[in-house]
T-cell receptor, first 112, second 111 residues
């Protein structure tokens, strides 16, 4: 048990809709990273938030956006959903931007 | 493009056998981590290696970091069905880089 919790665990959305995924980081951790993991692949880095500011972004379009709140919890928002957005979305929290990260159980998003 | 490669992609062995999986890059890592992921779950950190040539042991698992810090291996002795899962390596090229993941090795241990 890492102490990182994500909600919801499963979600089905229609193409073109918007979705918000949530992550509650481990106590004492001020950094949250989001990853997308397609079936059979390793996690792909989306972006990282450190003390409420975006601190690095992977190769994802602007319709992927996020927020980090003063309590260091975080949201991932995806607009104009596409079928290829179907994946496991993982949140990882860490003490700082350079330390080991601990993952939540993920949110399985299916876009139909 | 800095990439992490893992081999083999899939591995199916009998309980009690030994196995080794590999993680390679053309660039030098500042640090490298190994994770194990079960279906429908997030990755769980197994170990972090930072020094070239470093060897770490975790029960039946032995992790080695290459001398040049470009590669790593994970050796499992006497594999058990509970070892089944996706083994991911992840690394940062400098202390200030974000961690990137390899594609993983999917291990299946048959009772």
């Amino acid at each position: 048990e890492t102490g990182v919790t994500q909600s919801p665990t499963h979600l089905i959305k229609t193409r073109g809709q918007q979705v918000t995924l949530r992550c509650s980081s481990q106590s004492g951790h001020n950094t949250v990273s989001w990853y997308q993991q397609a079936l059979g692949q390793g996690p792909q880095f989306i972006f990282q938030y450190y003390r409420e500011e975006e601190n690095g972004r992977g190769n994802f379009p602007p319709r992927f956006s996020g927020l980090q709140f003063p309590n260091y919890s975080s949201e991932l928002n995806v607009n104009a959903l596409e079928l290829d957005d179907s994946a496991l979305y993982l949140c990882a929290s860490s003490f700082s931007e350079y330390t080991e990260a601990f993952f939540g159980q993920g949110t399985r998003l299916t876009v139909v | 493009t800095q990439l992490l490669e893992q081999s083999p992609q899939f591995l199916s062995i009998q309980e009690g056998e030994n196995l080794t999986v590999y993680c390679n890059s053309s660039s030098v890592f500042s640090s490298l981590q190994w994770y194990r992921q079960e279906p429908g779950e997030g990755p769980v950190l197994l170990v972090t290696v930072v020094t070239g040539g470093e060897v770490k042991k975790l029960k039946r698992l032995t992790f080695q970091f290459g001398d040049a810090r470009k590669d790593s291996s994970l050796h499992i002795t006497a594999a058990q069905p509970g070892d089944t899962g996706l083994y991911l390596c992840a690394g940062a090229y400098t202390s200030y880089d974000k961690v990137i993941f390899g594609p993983g090795t999917s291990l299946s241990v048959i009772p």
